[in-house]
């Protein structure tokens, strides 16, 4: 496949004037898209969240794929540290915006050009050295985080519990630098508080099988999902995973839910994607990116798929349902 059809991440133009009158003088915005997963299915899904959020909000700023702006996709293929090498690819483009999703990929990103404009969704991006602070980011970065703070991870093991009452051991299925961050020591502090054993599944780059592997060895009652960037590829492959080993699984995404896992909580990629959009304007009609504040997550929404529960045998009890925001039948 031609790495022109692969995107997570998106990149995005500025040029210091407004859109009527680039528009009025033949001005085209160019795009990039960096990612890490094939768009197969991205691209021709409306409800994609890149499409539904992102691509839908351009159109109805006054954005026309090949008329006013072009969209450039690109992929590192899972491999992270091509970014550096793509990213340099766009900018000989010359791309007006960069939009990219992980801390590795943008600092890779700032290394070729800081001058390009970055729009970045990253979970801590001053803490990653990314920006000097979230009010007034400096240079050529800005965007958003997904940083919920620590005490995301320790909800999901709360509503995880409350839809498996019988709760008692639980893989956390994420990176070693995840399971000692902050999110990893959350989950670690509310599963003590709630008398449940929970052990580190860890996968390798790309490759699953041996945390499957050490999973199915293990046999845990459920497993909740690290938050991470990296995992929402593969969001398909870990729900499919659970299915084969009866494992209800707990995530970030409401994706993830939708491909068959039991739950998730946490912030609406779609509105996040959309916000993307919004910024991406405001630089195309000459916004800096060093003046536009880091914004932070306002939406969260709680999925739930009952007809994966009753293939588990669950009854997700009223209560739970009524607070879901999306509830699969």
């Known amino acids: 496949m031609n790495r022109r059809q692969f995107v997570f991440g998106l990149t995005l133009g500025a040029f210091r004037v407004p859109l009527a009158e680039a528009q009025a003088l033949g001005k085209v915005f160019r795009v990039g898209v960096l990612g890490i997963a094939p768009v197969a299915g991205v691209v021709s899904d409306p409800t994609n969240p890149f499409n539904s959020g992102f691509r839908r909000e351009m159109r109805d700023r006054g954005y026309v794929e090949g008329q006013n702006f072009i969209l450039e996709l690109r992929s590192v293929e899972g491999r992270i540290e091509r970014a550096s090498e793509v990213v340099a690819e766009l900018v000989r483009l010359n791309v007006d915006v960069i939009v990219t999703a992980t801390p590795e990929m943008t600092r890779q990103a700032q290394r070729v050009t800081t001058t390009v404009p970055i729009v970045t969704f990253v979970r801590s991006p001053v803490e990653e050295g990314l920006v000097v602070s979230l009010a007034r980011p400096g240079g050529n970065i800005t965007g958003l985080t997904n940083d919920t703070g620590p005490d995301l991870q320790g909800k999901l093991l709360e509503l995880l519990q409350e839809g498996v009452p019988k709760l008692r051991r639980v893989a956390y299925l994420g990176s070693r630098a995840e399971w000692d961050g902050p999110g990893g020591t959350s989950a670690r502090a509310a599963a003590a508080a709630r ?33 991470g960037a990296t995992h929402y590829p593969h969001r398909r492959l870990i729900a499919e995973f659970a299915a084969r080993n009866r494992l209800p699984s707990m995530g970030s995404y409401r994706e993830s839910v939708e491909a068959g896992g039991l739950m998730s909580y946490g912030t ?45 045998g669950l009854k997700i009890p009223q209560s739970l349902l009524l607070r879901a925001e999306k509830v699969i039948e």
Do not use: H, M, W
């Open 268 to 312: 609406d990629i779609r509105d996040i994607y959309r916000r993307i959009a919004i910024y991406v304007d405001d630089i195309l009609k000459g916004a800096k990116p060093a003046d536009l504040p880091i914004q932070q997550p306002t939406k969260f929404e709680l999925a739930i798929n009952l007809k994966t529960a009753k293939t588990l």
């Open 195 to 227: 008398r449940l054993a929970l052990l580190l599944a860890e996968p390798s780059l790309n490759d699953y099988t041996r945390a499957f592997d050490l999973i199915a060895r293990e046999r845990p009652d459920a497993l909740i999902i690290a938050q």
